[in-house]
């Protein structure tokens, strides 16, 4: 099964800031790369599919690249409602895999 | 909109049966391939089981294969995972996800404890 390796494990940032989040594959993906946001309990909820496409609903402060094995989620200018777990997720082998996520905190 | 309300969780004991249950609703549920996710108590999300649109295609993980079954029932747009065999490190709070993009929409989660 394919690995998915997050980094940072936790990021500390003031809200307004902005946040970069790293993700990478122990094999390529081609673009087959979604992220997740988790609030404390609560499901999780698509934010990106397909590497850089944003979902339905999902604010534009929310960006994300990367092709192969190594992707990046941008948050600018952070709210208070984006701090929250983030996950990524592969959906080009199965079984789909998650990393073990990035926790954002406020600083 | 979309709606995925989830129900059939509880206390088991090891080697126990349990089935969860999703009612859909706000899509063509017998369109759409949907999955069931998990995440243990404090831990991070598995991808747990996948069923095709069209019903014929299951595809699960390794570590449930031959104990639980992902199946629906249309007329009443409704997924459900039998779990049977179960142990303790199945515990964690199960969620029914429909497809389409990749993980679209989660259901609120029901919590499964395999314990005696």
């Known amino acids: 099964e394919i690995l998915m390796t997050q980094s940072p494990a936790s990021l500390s940032v003031s809200p307004g800031e902005g946040a970069t989040l790293s993700c990478r594959a122990n094999?390529?993906?081609?673009?087959?790369l979604a992220w997740y946001q988790q609030k404390p309990g609560q499901p999780p909820s698509l934010l990106i599919y397909r590497a850089s496409s944003r979902a339905t609903g999902v604010p534009a402060r929310f960006s994300a690249s990367g092709s192969g094995t190594d992707f990046t989620l941008t948050i600018s200018r952070l709210e208070l409602e984006d701090f929250a777990l983030y996950y990524c997720q592969q959906s080009d082998v199965w079984p789909w895999t998650f990393g073990q996520g990035t926790r954002l905190e406020v600083k | 909109q979309v709606q995925l309300v989830q129900s059939g969780g509880g206390l088991v004991e090891p080697g126990g049966s349990l089935t969860l249950s999703c009612v859909a609703s706000g899509f063509a549920f017998s369109a759409t391939g949907m999955h069931w996710a998990r995440q243990a108590p404090g831990k991070g999300l598995e991808w747990v089981a996948f069923?095709?649109?069209?019903?014929?295609?299951?595809v699960y993980r390794e570590s449930v294969r031959g104990r639980f079954t992902i199946s629906r029932d249309t007329s009443n747009n409704t997924l459900f995972l039998h779990m049977n065999s179960l142990r303790p490190d199945d515990t964690a709070v199960y969620y029914c996800v429909k497809d389409n993009p990749v993980l679209g929409v989660w259901g609120h989660g029901t919590l499964v404890t395999v314990s005696s």
């Open positions: 094999q390529s993906l081609r673009d087959n």
């Open positions: 069923l095709q649109f069209d019903g014929r295609d299951k």
